[in-house]
Structures are given as structure tokens and as C-alpha cells.
């Protein structure tokens, strides 16, 4: 999958983006008109041979996991008889990739393929745009391409007030497709990649490859759709897709309790308000050497009950070695995030150091009631990252 955010630092992206299964992706594809060959689930490698009974040979099998890069990491295979089947199956449904092991497989016709494209489109922050994607080396190697060989990939950018504009796509898609009934292919896939991209909040969709058949058909053969996270909440048929296995349990439980958190790997707990904070705090704390073993946003309106609960889900995660809780109080006041640090004493046990930095909204009355039940209190926030990266 293409990324733009340097590897450094931590992808904002990642944040709030909701993946969906290929399987998932392939069908929403349908929807939208885009062309994508019939295809069938199966959780064993007895259930694979005998779901393939309805395509011809030969059948690709291929992992069902939220990540890309499957082909490389041996999740995809051609078979051709019921052995072969399952026997892919078998390997596949043993495989772990990228931390994500596989619980399913999906069976198809494997296609001919004369040649391999690549379509995506993307948000581009840096030209505030869209960004619509378009290669003549698709495939496994797309990633590579577009370190070594950027030029390879057409980038243009739609404004959404114009949409897709012929002028400019035109002369891109006779470079990449050549010949008329593919360029008119290409444009019918590209605007249902685009329609299915805003009408759904979409933070990434790609096809890749989008193989060219023997009979000069265009087919999406792999199917990745992205989501952006803020516009869920107006797609309860986007939301129904959701897959478990893409949060942790900590990330679960955050989302029944109405937090929004996401696990990383560190060690340092984060407790802070608003979102753009948050990402500040953590960047602060690997700027001084340390690891965030979470981002959480406690929010605007942060009654005390969410500072509990918030303690109690960092807690339950044991790598967690010291917390900082970062408040720069405007509508979140101080007073209320120090009681829900008080109840949090009282009910739970806190094994672990705190680093509790306090400003903005009442953060006089907050201070002092925590040092009147012993917490130190920083209004600094390069201290408060520095002291808790050497805690603990
Ligand atoms: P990814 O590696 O996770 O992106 O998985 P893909 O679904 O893109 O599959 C990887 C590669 O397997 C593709 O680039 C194709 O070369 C190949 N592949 C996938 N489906 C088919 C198919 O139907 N027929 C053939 N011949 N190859 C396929
Ligand atoms: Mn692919």
C-alpha cells in the first residue's frame, strides 16, 4: 500500500483510519460497478477444496488479513486441483503476516493476466487534494516503484469542487492504457473509484493489480478500501464492517467506554486532551528518548468518569511503566480531571509513577487538590515529558 507520511514519526493517518478485509473491499467494488471476480470464504483447508467446487481451475487462494504485502509474505497461491487447494489452504491459514494471522481464506477463478496496473486514490496533504494514482507497473512491487521509480506513478490531484476533470486525465490514462477501448475502461473504473471514495469517506482505495485479461478486459484483482474514521458515523453500512481484530482488547474497551485510544508499543501511558495534543505528547516523548505506549484523547467536555476509566484501561496493559497525563485546559477543566485522578486512587491501585501536568481551565483549584493528596504538579510540558521518560 502507498503511504506518504515519513516512516519517523508517528502516522497521524494510522490514527484514524478503519481497514476493511479484501473480501469486504471486493464486494463494495461491486457495488460501485467496478469489475471483480466471483469469490467465496472458507476458514479450513477442507471447507477451501470444497467451497472451489464452483470455479474453474485454476483458483487463487489468498489470505484474509487487514494488511497488504500477502502476495510477498506467501498469503497468495494459484492452485490447480482440489489437492493443490487445499494444500494452499493448509499453508496460508498456518501463516502470520504482519502480526495478523490468518483465520480465512478467499477463493476465486485466477485470471489471466497479460499485464498488471495500479489505480488508487488517496488524501495528499500536502496538496490539500485527493489524489488519484495511476500506474502501467502494477503489482507485488508497487511499493518499491515508488521509492526507486516515483515517476512511474502518475500523480493528479482532484479538487472536489471540479471532480475529475477530463482535460487532465485524459492525456495521463493514453500514456498508461494506449489503446481507446482501455483508456475508456480505465475512466469508467476511475470514476466509480472516485464516487465510491467520496460517498464514502474513504482515506484510501486502491486496485492492485488491475490486471489486464487476455480478452483485453480490465479486472480489479485485489481490492483495499481505507476509511476515514470522522465520517463513520455517517455510514452505519461502513461501520457494520468493522473487524475486531483490527483494535486491541485495551482498544475495544475504549471504544464501549466512548474513549478514543489507540495501543502502541511503548511504555509510557498517555492521558491527554484533544487530539492534536495528543499527537504533540507523543511526539515530545520520542523526542526525549521515550516510547508512548498509547494515544488517547480524554476529549473536550472530560467528566471524571473518563480519567478513570482511561487510568484503568492503561493499567491493565503491563508494559506500561509510568503515565503522563497532559491537560491544557480550555473547555476541559482541571478540576475535573484531578477528581477523576482522586477516584481513580481510590478505587484502583496505581502501581506505577504519574506525571500530571495541569494549565488552562481552573487549574488552581486542580492543583490543589491534588497536592493536597500528594501528587506533584507540572505546568511545563517539556518538563513533564523529560521527568516521565526518566521515571519509572
Ligand atoms: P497483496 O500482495 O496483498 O497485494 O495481494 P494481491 O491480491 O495483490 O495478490 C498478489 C499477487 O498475486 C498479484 O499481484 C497477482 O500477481 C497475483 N494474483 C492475484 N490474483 C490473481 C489471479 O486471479 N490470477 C493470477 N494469475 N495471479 C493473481
Ligand atoms: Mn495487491
Known sequence: MLQKNSPKRIKSVDLVEMKIHEYQARSLFRDYGIACP????????????????????PVVVKAQVLSGGRGKAGGVKLANTPDEIEKAADKILGLSIQSYSVETVLLAHAVDIAREFYIGLTIDRSSKA????????????????????????????????????????????????????????????????????????????EINPLALTPANELLALDAKVNFDDNGLIKHQDIEALRNDEESSKDELRAREVGLSFVSMDGDIGCIVNGAGLAMATMDLIKHFGGTPANFLDVGGSSNPEKVLNALKIILGNPKVRAILINIFGGITRCDDIAKGILMATEQIDIPVPMVIRLIGTNDETGRTLLSDAGFTTLDNLTEAVKKVVQTG
Not at 466471483?38 to 481451475?57: G, I, N
Not at 521509480?149 to 475529475?164: C, E, F, Q, S
Open 38 to 57: 466471483a469469490d467465496t470464504l472458507a476458514d479450513s483447508p477442507e471447507a477451501a477444496r470444497q467451497a472451489a467446487d464452483q470455479f474453474d481451475f
Open 130 to 205: 485527493i489524489t488519484l494514482m495511476i500506474s502501467g507497473s502494477g503489482g507485488v512491487d508497487i511499493e518499491t516503484l515508488a521509492v526507486e521509480n516515483p515517476d512511474a506513478i502518475h500523480k493528479i490531484p482532484i479538487y472536489p469542487a471540479t471532480g475529475l476533470e477530463q482535460k487532465v486525465l485524459r492525456p495521463v490514462l493514453e500514456n498508461v492504457f494506449e489503446s481507446e477501448p482501455l483508456i475508456e475502461q480505465a475512466n469508467v473504473i476511475i470514476d466509480s473509484l472516485y464516487r465510491l471514495f467520496t460517498e464514502k469517506d474513504c482515506s484510501l482505495v
